[in-house]
């Protein structure tokens, strides 16, 4: 695969359609990096140019401001917007929902202004326009699938059905948990919880949820947060379940039914 | 006559009294910091409109909901009866509305007994449900001693309130065989039903007693409750109104932001403005964040005392429902207690709280050596993920979340604290842009 940065583009003095914000989990993390990967192929497929920053993309601040600590999330956020203004971006598209959030609702108060989706969104939007098209329908036949909803997308932002949507073009049988919406259970990695050992207490409150969603008898789990798939995975780990459940990234379950729109 | 004096001492004196200790709690909540209300005037209403006047978010839970609507809809209709006291105790006249209103008094006074009647059967359930059924958010710790009795305490004033309202009406009904000239004729669905069978018999003498003890225990109840309101969670009756109005309309990701750090950082980062004044080096560090009532905003403060400890925040926390000690009811439990404690002391006038001795004790001259900490352990304001479950929860519209994140700007920017765990997190974040230590390029993906 072969990815271009904002600052190829602008060598060539030109400007991709969207920028895909990949973030740090996308980026570092092994397992998050798949999801990067099979979101990246999506836009390839459907023929989006698109561009990264690159190493020029710092941490948005979210996990530093959520601990507290708003000098460090001032210095990393106000450093992007000034790289994002100077390439004159616009339109934005990210797999993780925290850099989401904090670009959609918290850049621009520093002076960013950007047109942000996640990617949920824009796989729902193409799925509907038809620019992927999912042929591969045998792999998730009578498969059991629950989604669970992220902190960040969900109540934070509102966005509950679009990644039901694109569930639903897949051919297995989405199942909800009891809290899900509006009252999801949080995996227990937001708020800068990710980075830092839990207080004391009963139970680790990603196992908590994976055990709602083990209740269920799902195969797959189906996450739209780098954090929500780490915590889920680890809980499905933790219950010794990892042979019989899976839990992917949305990007991950279109991209394995995918065959390229003819003609594009 | 005699009866029209005391009336009127009693009321000045109670509704006197309720003034004095709503002035209070009012100060109280202006010991918060200024916040400037933002956003449309309509939307604000609308808030007002469907969440406290309509009771929406209360139906996340059907079966209180409907208990609490019974109970709501009766108070809200009783307040008909309430005018119709004061009228008749200042007067001097009885049943006053009767001439006005005519035929439709009945079906006024028919409709305020019928919710009555269904106000008692929730009332009854509601002290079933706190005190018989085990319904954990009623049973944390930090429901323990007074917030238990307080909570009871509500539910057996009303109950004594509803009785007093049907003695007042049933022995009416009776009376009005006897002296028809005072007790003109009604037809009131409940009480011209239950009246008779409860009073018929009795003398004209006790009947009169008893028609007054129910007419003086209904109107004395309710000063009694107007006073017993600012010192308990019920105060939420009326706060709810302003909480749902004031209540901040940004998207619940959305952290407020400090324009005092953003616009350091930015001359730090010579982003500027350039014609700014060059900052004053001698000034004294400004705190950041809240670890008082009185650094965190008038907003939070008011939503502390609309708090009617109802729990529904803690029992959708991913935190305490994984046995850990954060409740964010407790958080907003605490915030309301350190208020009051604050308040009371700036009142006692004693100069030992001044920070200045020679000027007057205010919000920004107080100093007891103590803060919110003496109420919150850092273990509780540690385990919150941020998830906004309680604030999605909350039927008032109280945000736990931001006094948590308040608290938590106050642990790391003023006071240099938080957990250990942190530091390499925020490491990696300042020396290389990044949340993660591990790997060496953001482009190493690509390869696969």
Redesign the interface.
Known sequence: MTVKTMAEFAGEDKAPEILFWVGCAGSFDDRAQKVTRAFAEILNAAGIEFAILGDEEACTGDPARRAGNEFLYQMVALQNIETLNMYGVKKMVTACPHCFNTIKNEYPALGGHYDIVHHTQLLQQLIDDGRIKLTDTTTFKGKRITYHDSCYLGRANGIYEAPREVLRSLDGQLVEMKRSRQNGLCCGAGGAQMWKEDEPGDKRVNVERTDEALSLQADVIAVNCPFCLTMMTDGVAAREKQGEVMVYDLSELIVSGLRTATGE | MVQSIVFAVVALLALGFAYFQFSKVRANILLGKDEEVKGPVAERAKNTLLVAFGQKKMF?RIVPAVLHLMLYVAFVFTQIELIEIFIDGIFGVHRWFLGPLGGMYNFVISTIEVLSILAFVATVIFLIRRNVLFIPRFHKPEMQGWPKLDANLILVFELILLACIFTMNGTDVVLQDQDPDHYRATNFAVSGLLGPVVFGGMDASTLYVLERVGWWGHILMVFVFLNYLPKSKHLHILLAFPNTYFARL??????L??PE??N???S??G?GDPNAPEPDMTAELPE??ADDVTEMSWIDVLGAYSCTECGRCTA?C??N??????SPRKIVMNVRDRAEEIGDKIRSGNTEFAERADEPLSRTNFQDGRNLWDYITR?EI????????C??ACPVLINPLEMI?KM??????TEAA??A??R???NS??NQ????S??T??????K?
């Not at chain 2, 940004?250 to 952290?255: A, C, I, T």
């Not at chain 2, 938590?408 to 920017?413: D, K, P, Q």
């Open positions: 996340k940004k998207p619940k990701g959305q952290m932001n400090m750090v953003m350091e950082v930015k730090m980062m982003l950041f964040g959708v991913p935190a429902i994984t046995g850990k000690k954060l273990e540690h385990a919150c993920t941020t998830c906004n479950a604030v999605e994140n938590r700007r106050h642990e790391i920017l938080g957990p765990d942190w390499p997190l925020f974040i300042e842009q990044r949340a993660w591990v790997g390029s953001r482009t190493e993906w690509v696969g």
